[in-house]
């Protein structure tokens, strides 16, 4: 049977605490990369301690969301990183993502559909007229269009985005207790396993607290 996928995110701007999560969540159970955001990448040693990772599954999730120019020169200047994922947003609309998977060589890209810390009514606040899963079902159709390798989407919209999107899937707003922090639409790892994603991004729920002890609880939750 296929090893499941866990992505951590690496959300801290220390390289000591970046070590530490690495290191603490070491395990041939199940797969790991990590996952290194803004927070990560704009601090101070961040890029450069990505690029001394060696033999680790690297997520980058930038989010681009530029003119396509733009979208593809920043993709560019992250050449020298031995990434194997990078996020940009459907929003940034089909020339901008064409583009980048046009030039993204071995680089996955990764579509972010709504954010999970997103729900029907911050939507209408933003002025969006559709409801969270049919604006998802939209960006999906946008995604396959572009030839993404992977959508970014929220554990609720697994089941809908795979009719239309037959590539790889990943989820945040993975949530092992019960507190939300800021996402809203949350769930839990299995559930989203059973949905069909193929990648689970937590992050929280593991680098809180004691690191180790949050990841053995994961991996006996991830057993039954
Ligand atoms: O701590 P938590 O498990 O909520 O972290 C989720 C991670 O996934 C964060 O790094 C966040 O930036 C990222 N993410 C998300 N929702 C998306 C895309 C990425 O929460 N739609």
Redesign the pocket.
Known sequence: MNKKKIFI?V?TNKISKARRIIRDTQTNEIKIGY?F?LEFFYSKEGRKFISSLKNQIIFL?LKLNDIPNTVVSAMKSLNSLKISYLTVHLSSGMSALKAIRKESKNIKIAG?TT???LNNKDLKEIGYNKKVNELVKHQVKLAKKAKLDAI?CSGHEIRSVKRVFKKEIIT???KIHTTK?D?KRVMKPMDAFTAGSDWL?????ITNGNIKKNFKNLLEILED
């Open positions: 995110a959300d996952k955001g999730d972010v954010l999970t810390s970014v945040p707003g993975i922090n996402q991004v937590i992050g929280r729920s």
